[in-house]
């Protein structure tokens, strides 16, 4: 599948932290396709350092930084089987 082709979209504004990957995630559908994105706790830290820690901070750091975030997981998803991509 070329890039071009690809229909990414975040209609839904959810996120959640996952302690034991240190990582928010957050989901992107190409049609039916639900697409997993995890944000590294590093990338959160590099794109906001003054984020501070625990689970509020970081959620909040994502918020902040929303519409860059998804253009990386636009830039990052390729189609294809693959469901599942990590931004580090």
Same mark, same amino acid.
């Given at each position: 599948?070329?890039?071009? $082709?690809?229909? !990414?979209?975040?209609? %839904? &504004?959810?996120?959640?932290?996952?302690?034991?990957?240190?990582?928010?995630? @957050?989901?992107?559908?190409?049609?039916?396709?639900?697409?997993?994105?995890?944000?590294? $706790?590093?990338? !959160?830290?590099?794109? %906001? &350092?003054?984020?501070?820690?625990?689970?509020?901070?970081?959620?909040?750091? @994502?918020?902040?930084?929303?519409?860059?975030?998804?253009?990386?997981?636009?830039?990052?998803?390729?189609?294809?089987?693959?469901?599942?991509?990590?931004?580090?």
């Amino acid at each position: 599948m070329r890039k071009s $082709d690809v229909a !990414l979209n975040f209609p %839904n &504004p959810s996120r959640s932290y996952d302690p034991a990957r240190h990582c928010v995630c @957050f989901w992107g559908y190409d049609n039916s396709r639900e697409i997993s994105f995890l944000v590294e $706790d590093a990338m !959160l830290a590099k794109l %906001n &350092p003054d984020i501070g820690t625990g689970e509020p901070a970081l959620l909040a750091a @994502f918020d902040r930084h929303r519409d860059r975030i998804l253009g990386l997981a636009k830039t990052l998803y390729t189609g294809g089987p693959q469901n599942r991509y990590t931004i580090s």
